[in-house]
């Protein structure tokens, strides 16, 4: 699931991102209402993480100026308020969940699983194949020309978002962002060794090469001729 994040407390927002990211799926994040709201209606999320207490605009206002604007992302929102009112209010306002901290971060993964499954979130394709090469999401597997390949969390992650943007360029802003969940540059050589170890992986032995770096640009997965290697 690409997933986003509203949460004002940095500490809160880093342990969801790297527990989300853990666990295979994408994640961004914002920091104000304002900023969160802009996210959710101008990208694509299967599912939304809302804190009820944001500044400039609280969680309440952000779920309501979705639904205002017929945005149906579903959202699961996060408060310290528990109270049978205060969980009503935040369903009345658009919520299709609410949480109360502190709670557990399984119980957090299942509920948004739910919510994406009850179809309100755009459905991923299960397997995602380029050539033959197979990555099937559910049970975490890859294969090419039949052959299993063994990859880590990240190098999964990394071919995930080739794999669905294939055929394009993905950046290395986007890779950054969305497997590493940096919004800047860290400067260091962390792409290119993931890359490296992800080519050596889904590429050596097997004909034709698939993955390919666009000098300048980022990295695409196919089997376009006249890219850099």
Do not use: C
Not at 12 to 23: F, V
Not at 180 to 208: C, M
């Amino acid at each position: 699931m690409r997933l986003l994040i509203i949460e004002d407390d940095a500490e809160a927002a880093a342990y969801l991102a790297r527990g989300l990211r853990e666990s295979g799926h994408t994640a961004d994040h914002a920091a104000r209402g304002v900023d969160g709201l802009h996210l959710a209606t101008s990208e694509s999320y299967d599912a939304a993480i809302v804190d009820r207490m944001l500044p400039d605009l609280d969680g309440l206002a952000v779920v309501a100026a979705l639904r205002e604007a017929g945005n149906r992302l579903p959202v699961l929102i996060l408060s310290a308020l528990g109270t049978v009112d205060d969980r009503v209010k935040g369903l009345r306002a658009g919520g299709d969940d609410y949480l109360v901290k502190p709670f557990a971060f399984a119980e957090l993964l299942a509920r948004l699983e739910s919510l994406a499954r009850r179809g309100g979130a755009q459905p991923q394709e299960p397997v995602l194949t380029v050539a033959d090469l197979k990555l099937d999401r559910m049970a975490r597997s890859v294969t090419r020309a039949g052959r299993t390949i063994d990859l880590k969390p990240r190098e999964f992650q990394i071919l995930e978002l080739l794999l669905r943007h294939a055929g394009q360029v993905v950046t290395r802003t986007m890779l950054l962002e969305q497997v590493w969940g940096y919004h800047f540059d860290p400067q260091t050589a962390v792409i290119d060794v993931q890359i490296s170890r992800l080519r050596q992986k889904i590429d050596k032995g097997f004909d034709p090469p698939l993955l390919h770096t666009v000098r300048g640009a980022g990295y695409r997965l196919g089997t376009a001729h006249g890219l850099d290697r």
